[in-house]
């Protein structure tokens, strides 16, 4: 049962636009939301995150959206570099140990 | 310093063979994890330590045996393993387990099990 979804598998952005990446989630529970960033061969690399008590986060060219009431998520990414190619997990935890991802969005930013 | 260190970066073993993946960190982080991740899939939990003691344990066949010798150090045996086996295996830590502390994933080794 897929708990965190990411309906979008793949992202393609011109270099210097927004990217903007989705991720849903059905269960009520979950109160902190994390964004990773992952390449190829490597482990995923923490990005941002937010607490269920906020409704936006920002660090620096990252920022997280969370809408509480639809159970979505979206990160944004302004402007996008070619170095932030890579896939992207959206991730919740329900006060709890355990991380439950979504299936990955393929991020590539054009020159 | 957010770096978790594993190693061996890739390994290759036949299915009789004994190994121990590695995994260390030095931020004073005392969760630990073990994951599993097959290629084009999310990380798959395989085991967690809280203070050195093993909290969860994900259903994990026994072939997989992990081992916490100090607050610093994971260590991942592994026996009699079958081709299935084969995936990314990530090691993670955090400031404690539970809400709140983002996990910090290591660069993970390539286990290939022929």
């Known amino acids: 049962d897929q708990q965190v979804k990411q309906n979008s598998p793949s992202l393609s952005v011109q270099e210097g636009r927004i990217s903007i990446l989705n991720c849903d989630y059905t269960n009520s529970m979950f109160d902190y939301f994390l964004w990773y960033k992952k390449y190829p061969a490597e482990g995923p690399t923490f990005l941002i995150s937010i607490s269920s008590i906020k409704d936006k986060n920002e660090d620096g060219r990252f920022t997280v959206f969370l809408n509480k009431s639809a159970k979505h998520l979206s990160l944004h990414i302004v402007p996008s570099q070619p170095g932030d190619s890579a896939v992207y997990f959206c991730a919740a935890s329900a006060n709890d140990y355990k991380l439950s991802f979504g299936a990955g969005t393929t991020v590539t930013v054009r020159a | ?114």
């Not at chain 2, 290759?12 to 004073?28: A, D, F, I």
């Open chain 2, 1 to 114: 310093d957010t770096e978790v260190t594993q190693t061996p970066k890739h390994l290759v073993m036949g299915m009789t063979n004994k190994k121990s993946l590695k995994c260390e960190q030095h931020m004073g982080h005392r969760a630990m994890y073990w994951y599993k991740q097959k290629a084009k899939k999310p990380p798959e939990l395989m085991f967690v330590y809280s203070y050195e003691k093993l909290s969860i344990n994900e259903s994990v066949p026994s072939r997989f045996s992990p081992e916490c010798p100090n607050s610093s150090l994971l260590n991942l045996h592994l026996h009699a393993l079958q081709p299935e086996d084969s995936a990314l295996y990530l090691c993670a830590s955090s400031t404690r387990r539970g809400q709140g502390h983002e996990q910090y994933f290591g660069p993970g080794t390539r286990l290939t099990v022929t």
